[in-house]
């Protein structure tokens, strides 16, 4: 059965906004915890559960499919014409009895399962989208702020905004300048390398593409190829 749930849609579109994550992505991350959360309980296959969250009428749904049988070998996949029958006249043998469930019916271990997934499905969807946004400023000028610095080694940590932070090493850094937490600095992009923490970011403000990016900002003639 079909069951209205107003919180769970409104959380969504909370993350949706809040963690700037598609709809649509989160609702499939949910489908395939409440997947592997039946599948836990209900000792099943990908292929006996289904799940349909339908957003616009604010409801969603899951399913147990289990194999029509004249003879059962596996009640958690299989159930025998007898009883097929006994939901439906019509039933055959071949065929795929559906049976709807209730989230509660679930469980704590397996609603702790849809929980972690989500999380972690989250997480992926927040690098993802760092990463997607790092690699379209890939060779350009931003704009980055200084979180810390180091000391010793002259390493400086910069928050790159939804591109997540990167470290902005003495050998990258014009010879003499300082910086100070919370300065706002312009640095070059050099490359984005995706890895499983996000986007590895390399940055310079020596870089010769940074230089070329400051003329073309002050020239618009440069950057159109007008000159």
Known sequence: ??????????????????????????????????????????EVEDDNVVVDIDPELGAFRASLLRDIVEEVENPHTQVSLEDAQKVRKSYKVGQR?????????????????????????????????QCSE??????????????SIDPERGNVVLDLGKGG?????????VPGETFT???????????????????????????PGLVKRMFELEVPEIYDGTV
């Open 1 to 42: 059965m079909a069951t209205a749930n107003n919180e769970f849609f409104e959380a969504l579109s909370a993350l949706e906004k809040e963690r700037g994550l598609p709809e649509d992505y989160l609702i499939e991350k949910i489908k395939t915890a409440i997947v592997i959360a039946v599948k836990k309980d209900y």
């Open 134 to 147: 790092m690699q379209s400023r890939a060779h350009e000028l931003i704009v980055a702020t200084v979180v």
């Open 181 to 207: 937490e919370g300065q706002t600095v312009q640095v070059y992009v050099v490359d984005v390398l995706a890895t499983d923490r996000g986007p590895r970011v390399t940055i310079s403000r020596t870089h």
């Open 97 to 129: 009895l559906v049976t709807p469930l209730k989230t509660k019916e679930f469980g704590r271990i397996a609603a702790q399962t849809a929980k972690h997934v989500i999380r972690q499905g989250l997480r992926e969807g927040e690098r993802n989208l």
């Open 165 to 173: 932070t990167a470290v902005l090493p003495r050998n990258e850094q």
